[in-house]
C-alpha cells in the first residue's frame, strides 16, 4: 500500500489525475493507493482557516492507522508518498511510523518553512492583532503561519527516515519550491534515489513530464514491494 498525501490547496486527485492514473500503475502489480484530502481541501467538510500545521500532520496519522489496521491491508507493506507541503507533512509525522514503514516518496517537497520568512517579515508585526494571516490564496490560522515557518521536515527526516529506501522527484522548473529544499533532504538521506523530471513544473502539468514521474514512482514502488 502507498499512502499518498497531496500539496497545499490541492486534492486527493491531484493535476491532471494523477492519482488515478499512478494507481492504475500499481495495481497491476498488486499494490494499492490510498489517497485522502487533508482537512479544509477537497471534499473535506472543514474550513482551511481554522486549522493549525499539528492538524495535517495528525490527518496523515489518522489515514495511517486506518490502514494499516484495515483487514486487506499487509501492515509490513507500506510506503509513504507526499507531493510539495504534503511531502513536508509526510516528513514531520514520521516520527510517529517511522519503524512501520518500508519507504517513502517525496515528490517536489517543502523541506522547511524559512524560505517563506521574508513574505512575512514585516506583516507578521503589522498584523499582530489579527488572528488569520494571507498565505497564497488563503487566510490562515496566525498559529499556522508561524508554525510553518519554523518547521523543519528535512531534520525530521534526518533523524527518523535517514536510512529507510527513499525517492525524491524534483522539477526542473519548479516555480514555487527553490531546488535547495530537494538537497536538503538528498543531504539528510543514506538511502535517496533522485530524479529531475526534464521540463516539469511544480504541478507536473506537461503530460509528458507527468507520465515520467509515475514511471519513477512505479519503479521504486515495484522495486521496494519486489512484486
Known amino acids: 500500500l502507498v499512502i499518498a498525501s497531496h500539496g497545499f490547496g490541492g486534492t486527493k486527485e491531484g493535476s491532471n489525475d494523477f492519482s488515478l492514473k499512478l494507481a492504475e500503475k500499481l495495481t497491476g502489480n498488486k499494490i494499492a493507493l490510498l489517497s485522502y484530502d487533508f482537512r479544509g481541501c477537497g471534499k473535506s467538510s472543514h474550513k482551511m482557516n481554522e486549522l493549525d500545521l499539528h492538524d495535517f500532520i495528525e490527518d496523515l496519522n489518522d489515514i495511517f492507522n486506518f490502514a494499516s489496521t484495515h483487514s486487506l491491508i499487509d501492515e509490513e507493506s507500506i510506503a509513504l508518498q507526499g507531493t510539495s507541503f504534503g511531502g513536508l507533512v509526510t516528513s514531520l509525522a514520521s516520527s510517529e511510523f517511522h519503524k512501520l514503514i518500508q ?21 507578521l508585526e503589522e498584523l ?13 490560522k496566525r498559529s499556522f503561519v508561524v508554525n510553518f515557518l519554523k518547521a523543519r521536515a528535512d531534520l525530521s527526516f534526518e533523524k527518523y527516515c535517514k536510512h529507510l529506501p527513499s525517492l525524491l522527484i524534483a522539477a526542473e522548473k519548479d516555480e514555487v519550491i ?7 533532504y538528498k543531504e539528510a538521506s543514506s538511502n535517496m534515489s533522485f530524479e529531475k523530471i526534464e521540463g516539469a513544473d511544480h504541478s507536473f ?7 515520467a514521474m509515475i514511471l519513477s514512482l512505479s519503479e521504486f514502488y515495484f522495486t521496494l514491494f519486489k512484486t
Open 178 to 184: 527553490p531546488f535547495d529544499h530537494a538537497l536538503a
Open 205 to 211: 502539468l506537461n503530460i509528458e513530464a507527468q507520465e
Open 103 to 123: 519507504g517513502l516518496a517525496l515528490i517536489v517537497p517543502a523541506a522547511y518553512g524559512k524560505t517563506w520568512q521574508s513574505i512575512y517579515d514585516e506583516s
Open 128 to 140: 499582530k492583532d489579527h488572528d488569520l494571516l494571507p498565505f497564497y490564496d488563503h487566510m490562515l
